[in-house]
């Protein structure tokens, strides 16, 4: 196992962040942590690239120990933040070759690396341009090639397309991909879905800081049902009623249940609100998302 | 690793004070800021209120030490936002998480601060002459003044640095420039000490710019520094002590986890 943890706890102050995580990443795959803000997500992924000392448990990355060895990990490691960290007033050439530098590449190999991440993502048109006049996509581009400068064993991508518009996150998606495909071990966290299913080996859930659920990305949505349909009501009542003879999650004046996602299904559900007199105002069904996730894990 | 020990920490210095250098060329409100904000002051002072205050030299020649004085610390405090900058942002978690030696971001700003105020203090000391002020120092004046007031922007710049690690913003950080930019007014920059009320001179007289500028102003204008000298001096080592002490324990904790 690359990356190994377990029993990962972290307070500040009287908030616990994480209540004991446990985690594995097998060399070459992809795990996605998956879950809302305030998860644990970043708190765990800055212990593993050792910026955060967790108050209990253990790490290691590709062997060396977070806490006490450090340096080692880092010179296996490399990281993508929320934020794209990038430096506004310099060029896109100037930030890879500082980051190639500060690895300790010789001067002209990191001009050479430089070059083939310009082209890998597609940077090379707007190298000398600063970074102040590239688009949201553009900068998170720079930055993940940043990461890549010194052939990292291990990537860690922290929420790496939160923000970014449909366009930017697909190309975004395909820079990831394009790395996967090259065997490299990543561990990426997120709060869509759609993105865990598209680039991750394995999943885990996490939420208040714990481990809810581990599987792929079919393991999970089998755990919650293929479909969901989605009842609105005018008012409490209604609901009320339909909740006792529907079995599914009852939220605002809205009843989510599981479906196979057929006509049939969908018919039955109907008839049953029917004979028990209850009209519901709308009626949706939709793949599961990651709300539906949770509150299938946490219901 | 093939790259340990000193020839690490050297290049990684080299790297990172080359960035800050090329950031703050192209930081170009800031720098004309601390070069044009010396100058108004200094022709304000000259040409306003200079007529009205009686050194018993001409005027220029005393104000200029004082508003070279102002100039480094106003130049050396604004490395507190740039600083504050790369702690507030993701850039700080990206070196961070490098195998690189940990003051070196700081080192990098704090050379740049140095370099940015040597220019500036440069342009000051052209106008200065242009305006009329007249030094009569020799060469070994002039080192000895250049010297204590390298000795004084760099202490300055580290306490800026640590201000800088503590900051919760750019905006609070610039806190330090106000503050550095008022507390000439305190010294004998643009009055002599004996000309306030007799509360305000023990803190005029003992604050640790006016040695500074009186020994400035002994070197420029030809007057034995006396003891002054050594006081000046064990003020900025003093402070440079402490202030690179503060900034880089200040930076361990702040980037400790």
Same mark, same amino acid.
């Given at each position: 196992?690359?990356?190994?943890?377990?029993?990962?706890?972290?307070?500040?102050?009287?908030?616990?962040?994480?209540?004991?995580?446990?985690?594995?990443?097998?060399?070459?795959?992809?795990?996605?942590?998956?879950?809302?803000? &305030?998860?644990?997500? #970043?708190?765990?992924?800055?212990?593993?690239? #050792?910026?955060?000392? %967790?108050?209990?448990?253990?790490?290691?990355? @590709?062997?060396?120990?977070?806490? $006490?060895?450090?340096?080692?990990? /880092?010179?296996?490691?490399?990281?993508? &933040?929320?934020?794209?960290?990038?430096?506004?007033?310099? #060029?896109?050439?100037?930030?890879?070759?500082?980051? &190639?530098?500060?690895?300790?590449?010789? *001067?002209?190999? +990191? *001009?050479? $690396?430089?070059?083939?991440?310009?082209?890998?993502?597609?940077?090379?048109?707007?190298?000398?341009?600063?970074?102040?006049?590239?688009?949201?996509?553009?900068?998170? /581009?720079?930055?993940?090639?940043?990461?890549?400068? +010194?052939?990292?064993?291990?990537?860690?991508?922290?929420?790496?397309?939160?923000?970014?518009? %449909?366009?930017?996150?697909? #190309?975004?998606?395909?820079?990831?991909?394009?790395?996967?495909?090259?065997?490299?071990?990543?561990?990426?966290?997120?709060?869509?879905?759609?993105? @865990?299913? /598209?680039?991750?080996? *394995?999943?885990?859930?996490?939420?208040?800081?714990?481990?809810? @659920?581990? &599987?792929? @990305?079919?393991?999970?949505?089998?755990?919650?049902?293929?479909? $969901?349909?989605?009842?609105?009501?005018?008012?409490?009542?209604?609901?009320?009623?339909?909740?006792?003879?529907?079995?599914?999650?009852?939220?605002?004046?809205?009843?989510?249940? %599981?479906?196979?996602?057929?006509?049939?299904?969908?018919?039955?559900?109907?008839?049953?609100? /029917?004979?028990?007199?209850?009209?519901?105002?709308?009626?949706?069904?939709?793949?599961?998302?990651?709300?539906?996730?949770?509150?299938?894990?946490?219901? | 690793?093939?790259?340990?020990?000193?020839?690490?920490?050297?290049?990684?210095?080299?790297?990172?004070?080359?960035?800050?250098?090329?950031?703050?060329?192209?930081?170009?409100?800031?720098?004309?800021?601390?070069?044009?904000?010396?100058?108004?002051?200094?022709?304000?002072?000259?040409?306003?209120?200079?007529?009205?205050?009686?050194?018993?030299?001409?005027?220029?020649?005393?104000?200029?030490?004082?508003?070279?004085?102002?100039?480094?610390?106003?130049?050396?405090?604004?490395?507190?936002?740039?600083?504050? =900058?790369?702690?507030?942002?993701?850039?700080? =978690?990206?070196?961070?998480?490098?195998?690189?030696?940990?003051?070196?971001?700081?080192?990098?700003?704090?050379?740049?601060?140095?370099?940015?105020?040597?220019?500036?203090?440069?342009?000051?000391?052209?106008?200065?002459?242009?305006?009329?002020?007249?030094?009569?120092?020799?060469?070994?004046?002039?080192?000895?003044?250049?010297?204590?007031?390298?000795?004084?922007?760099?202490?300055?710049?580290?306490?800026?640095?640590?201000?800088?690690?503590?900051?919760?913003?750019?905006?609070?950080?610039?806190?330090?420039?106000?503050?550095?930019?008022?507390?000439?007014?305190?010294?004998?920059?643009?009055?002599?000490?004996?000309?306030?009320?007799?509360?305000?001179?023990?803190?005029?007289?003992?604050?640790?710019?006016?040695?500074?500028?009186?020994?400035?102003?002994?070197?420029?204008?030809?007057?034995?520094?006396?003891?002054?000298?050594?006081?000046?001096?064990?003020?900025?080592?003093?402070?440079?002590?402490?202030?690179?002490?503060?900034?880089?324990?200040?930076?361990?904790?702040?980037?400790?986890?």
């Amino acid at each position: 196992m690359i990356v190994e943890a377990t029993g990962l706890r972290k307070s500040f102050g009287a908030t616990e962040v994480l209540t004991g995580v446990d985690l594995h990443v097998e060399e070459g795959s992809v795990l996605a942590l998956l879950g809302p803000n &305030g998860a644990g997500k #970043t708190t765990t992924v800055r212990i593993l690239t #050792t910026l955060t000392r %967790p108050d209990a448990g253990q790490a290691t990355v @590709a062997g060396y120990d977070v806490l $006490r060895e450090p340096a080692q990990v /880092r010179s296996v490691i490399s990281l993508t &933040g929320q934020y794209a960290a990038v430096d506004e007033n310099q #060029t896109g050439r100037e930030n890879l070759v500082m980051v &190639g530098r500060l690895m300790h590449l010789g *001067r002209s190999a +990191a *001009r050479r $690396r430089t070059g083939e991440l310009l082209d890998q993502f597609g940077l090379t048109q707007a190298m000398d341009r600063r970074v102040k006049t590239y688009s949201g996509g553009m900068r998170r /581009r720079l930055d993940l090639a940043m990461s890549l400068i +010194a052939r990292p064993r291990v990537i860690f991508l922290d929420e790496p397309t939160t923000g970014l518009d %449909p366009a930017s996150r697909s #190309t975004m998606w395909d820079a990831i991909g394009e790395l996967v495909r090259g065997g490299t071990t990543i561990l990426l966290t997120t709060q869509y879905l759609e993105e @865990a299913d /598209r680039l991750a080996d *394995r999943i885990m859930v996490l939420d208040k800081g714990g481990i809810v @659920a581990t &599987g792929t @990305a079919d393991d999970l949505k089998s755990q919650i049902g293929g479909e $969901r349909i989605e009842l609105r009501f005018a008012d409490e009542r209604q609901l009320l009623k339909a909740s006792g003879v529907l079995d599914g999650i009852a939220g605002q004046l809205v009843l989510n249940l %599981p479906s196979d996602g057929t006509a049939a299904h969908l018919h039955h559900v109907l008839d049953v609100l /029917r004979d028990n007199g209850v009209v519901p105002e709308r009626v949706s069904s939709h793949r599961p998302t990651l709300d539906d996730v949770f509150l299938a894990l946490t219901a | 690793m093939s790259h340990q020990g000193a020839a690490a920490a050297i290049s990684d210095t080299v790297t990172m004070i080359d960035r800050c250098v090329r950031l703050m060329r192209r930081n170009v409100d800031t720098l004309f800021v601390s070069i044009l904000l010396p100058l108004l002051m200094m022709a304000l002072f000259v040409y306003v209120f200079g007529g009205a205050i009686d050194t018993g030299t001409e005027y220029i020649n005393y104000v200029v030490p004082g508003i070279l004085l102002l100039t480094t610390g106003y130049g050396a405090s604004n490395t507190a936002m740039a600083v504050a =900058d790369d702690m507030t942002t993701g850039m700080i =978690d990206r070196l961070r998480s490098l195998p690189i030696r940990s003051f070196a971001v700081l080192t990098g700003h704090v050379t740049a601060s140095i370099a940015r105020n040597a220019v500036s203090t440069a342009i000051v000391i052209a106008a200065s002459l242009a305006m009329g002020f007249r030094p009569n120092a020799g060469p070994g004046d002039w080192l000895a003044a250049i010297g204590l007031m390298l000795l004084y922007v760099l202490a300055l710049s580290w306490l800026a640095a640590g201000v800088g690690v503590i900051a919760k913003s750019v905006e609070s950080a610039s806190t330090l420039s106000f503050f550095m930019l008022f507390l000439p007014y305190l010294s004998s920059a643009f009055v002599p000490p004996e000309t306030m009320p007799s509360w305000l001179q023990p803190v005029s007289e003992h604050q640790p710019i006016t040695p500074v500028i009186e020994t400035v102003r002994g070197f420029l204008i030809g007057a034995p520094p006396g003891n002054d000298g050594w006081i000046a001096l064990a003020w900025c080592t003093g402070l440079l002590l402490f202030s690179f002490t503060l900034a880089t324990s200040l930076y361990r904790r702040r980037t400790s986890r």
